[in-house]
Nanobody
Framework: QVQLVESGGGLVQPGESLRLSCAAS????????MSWYRQAPGKERELVAR??????YTADSVRGRFAISRDNGKNTVYLQMNNLKPEDTAVYYC?????????WGQGTQVTVSS
């Protein structure tokens, strides 16, 4: 059974940091591209960061503040989020994808507010 379980979200003040984790099971984690997406209220889901074997990509809106990493030994992908801003408030989802399959987690809420 495939599972993607996000954790690490919460309520923080502007300028603070969070690290999200996504624990995967039920598929060959190391062979999948892993991504983080987010969806704010009333907005479309957007790509935040993606990591593959040869490198990583982060969206312009978070570049320099967010970093994606993965630990294939632990079947986990991380999103380190620094200097958080109110506009980063959203539900954050992880996604696993290969040429034929795509899996999503249930999401974790991140709220940035003073």
């Amino acid at each position: 059974q495939v599972q993607l379980v996000e954790s690490g979200g919460g309520l923080v003040q502007p300028g603070e940091s969070l690290r999200l984790s996504c624990a995967a099971s039920g598929f060959t984690f190391s062979s999948f591209t892993m991504s983080w997406y987010r969806q704010a209220p009333g907005k479309e889901r957007e790509l935040v960061a993606r990591i593959v074997s040869i490198g990583a990509y982060t969206a312009d809106s978070v570049r320099g503040r967010f970093a994606i990493s993965r630990d294939n030994g632990k079947n986990t992908v991380y999103l380190q989020m620094n200097n958080l801003k109110p506009e980063d408030t959203a539900v954050y989802y992880c996604k696993a994808r290969n040429a034929a399959l795509e899996y999503w987690g249930q999401g974790t809420q991140v709220t940035v507010s003073s």
